[in-house]
């Protein structure tokens, strides 16, 4: 079983849609939790850390359920330039060691 | 948020020799990390480079095939040794990233390398 799961999608949606990601960790000792940005063939770029309590930026909500070890991504109101691929991070095991778990990563693709 | 150099940014490389990728940080950092991101596929820790100290390698890469060297505070190289056309990747380097109170880690923008 892969530390980090998520649904490699893609995810086709229309412009203006809303959109979740979804992702599991198998690690309970995992610490710190992010969701990056990939574009095609560029590097990672962090979108956003997750908190237990939830946080929202702008359009995107991120949301971390310890006890399910489940972390989501919800995008409102898709835009073209959403479209990229969007990776599931935690740190592996406990503290802030810089060790990150990728997810294989969730393609979206939002179309006009 | 740190800004990091990486080059190259892309080589083409023949079997049997070897490349070496820089990292530059604006800042000073404890950590820096490397990784590998194979086509079509997610990044993978290689190594993690403290100044001072040898790096410490994860299950499945070893120092003979990518030696690291970390002489300062900003600054860490990672060497493909030995190419072979499986080590065809993209390599980037990461540090821990704290600017303006938020908390992650930044990337490089990633050495493509091919294997001929």
């Known amino acids: 079983r892969k530390e980090v799961e998520q649904d490699p999608g893609p995810f086709n949606v229309p412009e203006g849609a809303t959109v979740a990601f979804n992702c599991t960790y198998s690690?309970?000792?995992?610490?710190?939790f992010f969701w990056y940005r990939q574009d095609c063939r560029k590097e990672p770029k962090l979108l956003m850390s997750?908190?237990?309590s939830g946080n929202e930026d702008g359009r995107f909500t991120a949301q971390l359920n310890r006890a399910s070890q489940y972390i989501s991504l919800l995008i409102r109101d898709s835009k073209l330039s959403d479209s990229a691929t969007y990776l599931c991070v935690v740190t592996h095991g406990s503290g802030n060691t810089g060790k990150l778990i990728f997810g294989q990563g969730t393609t979206l693709q939002v179309k006009p | 948020s740190a800004v990091i150099s990486q080059k190259p940014s892309r080589d083409i490389c023949q079997r049997g020799t070897s490349l070496t990728i820089q990292c530059q940080v604006d800042?000073?950092?404890?950590?820096m990390f490397w990784y590998r991101q194979q086509p079509g596929q997610s990044l993978t820790l290689i190594a993690t480079?403290?100044?001072?100290?040898?790096?410490?390698?994860e299950s499945g890469f070893v120092i003979d095939k990518f030696p690291i060297s970390r002489p300062n505070l900003t600054f860490s190289t990672l060497t493909v040794s030995n190419m072979s056309p499986e080590d065809s990747s993209i390599y980037l380097c990461?540090?821990?990233?704290?600017?303006?109170?938020?908390?992650?880690?930044?990337f490089g923008s990633g050495t493509r390398l091919t294997v001929v």
């Open positions: 990461s540090v821990e990233d704290r600017a303006g109170g938020g908390y992650g880690y930044t």
């Open positions: 800042s000073q950092v404890t950590m």
């Open positions: 480079a403290n100044q001072g100290s040898e790096a410490t390698y």
């Open positions: 997750v908190y237990s």
């Open positions: 690690n309970s000792a995992s610490q710190s």
